[in-house]
Nanobody, 124 residues
């Protein structure tokens, strides 16, 4: 079993930055792809960014390309999401998710392990 805990969310003004962390425990996640999803009130959970096992491959939703950056430190069993140029429409609960294997699916069903989420609120 893999446990994931997100941190780093908060309230920020438009144009600001936040860095989310996803700390894994239970087993090493070097063989797991890790992705970030978000869910705004009344909306479905959507893919934001993902990173492969080694960190050599990343994918981003069109809405965050050029503003968000996904990284990981396998020695620390932790993944990160650097969010720059935040917009009010980025306001949501952000979740990290892990799956065994190195590919990065965009659908929630592909991920077996989820964190509890961290709130990101961007004010205009």
């Amino acid at each position: 079993q893999v446990q994931l805990v997100e941190s780093g969310g908060g309230l920020v003004q438009a144009g600001g930055s936040l860095k989310l962390s996803c700390a894994a425990s239970g087993r090493t996640v070097s063989g797991y792809a890790i992705s970030w999803f978000r869910q705004a009130p009344g909306k479905e959970r959507e893919f934001v960014a993902g990173i492969s096992c080694s960190g050599g491959s990343t994918h981003y939703a069109e809405s965050v390309k050029g503003r968000f950056s996904s990284s990981r430190d396998n020695a620390k069993n932790t993944a990160y999401l650097q969010m720059n140029g935040l917009k009010p429409e980025d306001t949501a609960v952000y979740y990290c998710a892990a799956r065994s294997g190195c590919s990065i699916p965009f659908n929630t069903a592909a991920y077996a392990y989820w964190g509890q989420g961290t709130q990101v609120t961007v004010s205009s």
